[in-house]
């Protein structure tokens, strides 16, 4: 990926995909922005909070990493890229819920079956 493409993505698209996130949940779930690094190492956007032990689904407290294929970063670059961001961010509720179903994550209860859950490769497709 082109370098200013990835710094144009950490500065401009990452801090509102977090914030639509967050805009899902109560004020006890975090998200956080883990710039690009380099070659191997994606921008990331966290999502974790501290378990509810009332509610407690699964083992583990709720510790999410979000990574989006480099292709579809650069795609968002060009002249069509903001109509297609501004639906996937129209779309992030509905995709929360499908990866609940698909990966074992209760964003109720604050709790996942893993330790560490990676959901890589995202296309901003709504």
């Known amino acids: 990926m082109h370098p200013a493409h990835a710094t144009r993505f950490d500065e401009q698209f990452a801090p509102r995909i977090a914030e639509a996130i967050a805009a899902c949940f109560a004020t006890t779930v975090h998200t956080e922005i883990l710039p690009y690094g380099g070659h191997g190492h994606p921008t990331r956007v966290r999502i974790h909070a501290s378990p509810i032990e009332s509610l407690g689904h699964y ?42 179903h698909v990966r074992e994550l209760d964003f109720v209860s604050h709790t996942q079956g893993e330790p560490t859950i990676l959901i890589g490769g995202l296309d901003f497709g709504s």
């Open 59 to 100: 083992p583990h407290p709720l510790n999410l990493f979000l990574t989006w294929d480099s292709d579809e970063i650069e795609r968002l670059m060009g002249a069509e890229g903001p109509a297609r961001f501004a639906g996937y961010l129209a779309a992030l509720p509905r995709k929360l819920e499908a990866w609940r």
